[in-house]
């Protein structure tokens, strides 16, 4: 007995929810029956997620990606829930459950313990997650949204701490103002355009009379300022780095994926419902996103500068990686969008992989020891060191954490060989090309820009990662060996070992990319998929919406 594609689209959503409500009926101390359950469901809802890969993909056919529609109860567009997977949903699906897994893995050497039902919200994340990736309309996204939310409130404030109260309670009132922008955008696109459905939607735009069309872009721009708060853009980041710096860490290695839902909605969105000009710019938003892209970058490249803590240094790492997406998508190119999105996944991968190293490696040192150490750096002002004994091996583990802080610092620099230099290589590649993003044979003015940035940004965190990497292993104030279980540090090790895999297989991966970059570009594939779902046969006594009635 074999499951159709439409009815396995709903998987990534009801195995963590069933799993995650079936977690509730066993007692805490039961600690390793709930790991169990909890890692096993992330494992198959990896296996699940490669299966719908490859169903979007069309088995690797490049030209002839597939749309598979689910309609929830059976009712046809605009009156269904429509759950629908693509190549870029698919692909949003296989990386959760990538970074699920480890992070799963993590959690049992600590913080499972910490705190009541850990992984029971970190399940109904994943609902949250899979859901806002494969929905089809604007009112089910609010809802998935706020199921996201909701579990990343109870994950963030796990086990407790002032510090981790003050950023979690931070961070709960900031998501709660982008809900209610959320709201009233949807409530202005609905009473303009009378449908949420997003195919729906993408066909009535441009039939909008001139007189109504400012509230339907007005509720367009208030909820791309809602995402834009999740996606971490400038001025609207300020939350960020203190809030990942505080949570947990498999918390903050799953958070990595968590801004980049406002990425990927408005990306989705804004290709989607706004046609693209002549010059391939689209009509709405694509100059304020890369303005925006451009300050998140430079704002989280001072940030990453002036970090000493390694917390820090990662939050502002996922601001820098944003900008980048950002200000990518501004330009809305094909090759370009193609770069991002391969940029997209290897950034997630290694910062979600730095967050978990890092409360490794601050396992070892002392905070009294970390600020006399900048200190000295500061003012110079450095004793002299008593001969010590030539020769003194490395402690194993030192040397593991200090191999996987270098690989983090090569990818979040951008350097060969890993999956990091090809990502913003391929970006590059795309902007400098005269024939694709240039002006009468000349390349853009915004393409230098974003390229002096992705360099400088690169040279600062190679810096920065550098100065720590220093401190922490080379020349600390008092070394100290950290107890490293082993359950702790392969999810590290795995998550480097797949932006080498990533570097490897580079060229099947990035033509995948350009793939997705196109059918989102050309999205009448989408839309027509959405809209001329088959729908399965209906019982003769089942009702009619009032509207096909009529």
Known sequence: MSVSPEHLVIAPILLPLVAGALLLFFDDRERLLKATISILSAVALLGISIMLLRIAHADGAVDDGRVIVYLLGNWPPPFSIVLVLDRLSAMMLALTATLAIPSLIFSIGRWQKAGPHFHTLFLLLLVGLNGAFLTGDLFNLFVFFEVMLAASYGLM??????????????????????????????????????????????????????????????????????????????????WLPTTYTAAPAPTAAIF???????????????????????????????????????????????????????????????????????????????????????????????????????????????????????????????????????????????????????????????LPPLSGFIAKFAILTAMLNPEGFGQGGAIAASAWWLAAMLIISGLAALIAMSRAGIRAFWAPVELNVPRVLLVEIVPVAALLMLTLAMTVQAGPIMRFMHATAESLHAPRSYIDGVLDAPRPPMSRDAPLPPEVQR
């Open 157 to 238: 404030l796990h086990s407790s701490g002032s510090q981790r109260v003050k950023a979690g309670l931070h961070y709960i009132a900031i998501n709660l103002a982008a809900a209610l922008l959320f709201l009233i955008g949807v409530a202005l696109i609905y009473g303009v355009a009378g449908t949420l459905n997003m195919a729906e939607l993408a066909t009535r735009f441009p039939d909008v009379p001139v007189e109504r069309r400012i509230f339907l872009e007005s509720g367009a721009a208030i909820l791309g300022v809602a995402f834009l708060i999740k996606a971490g853009m400038w001025p609207l980041s300020f």
């Open 256 to 414: 990595a994926i968590m801004s980049k839902v406002g990425v990927y909605v408005i990306l989705r969105l804004s290709l989607l419902f706004f046609e693209e000009t002549p010059d391939g710019v689209s009509g709405f938003g694509s100059q304020l996103l890369f303005v925006g892209g451009m300050a998140t970058i430079v704002f989280g490249t001072i940030g990453v500068l002036a970090s000493q803590a390694l917390g820090r240094l990662a939050g502002f790492s996922v601001l820098v990686s944003s900008g980048t997406l950002l200000a990518t998508l501004g330009l809305l190119q094909v090759e370009i969008t193609a770069g991002a999105l391969f940029y997209l996944i290897s950034s997630t991968l290694a910062i979600s992989a730095f967050f978990l190293l890092i409360e490794l490696v601050e396992r070892g040192q002392d905070a009294v020891a970390n600020v006399l150490a900048v200190t000295q750096e500061a003012f110079g002002d450095e004793e002299e060191e008593e001969e010590e004994e030539v020769g003194v091996t490395i402690p194993g583990t030192l040397a593991i954490l200090g191999i996987s802080f270098a690989a983090c610092a090569i990818m979040l620099a951008g």
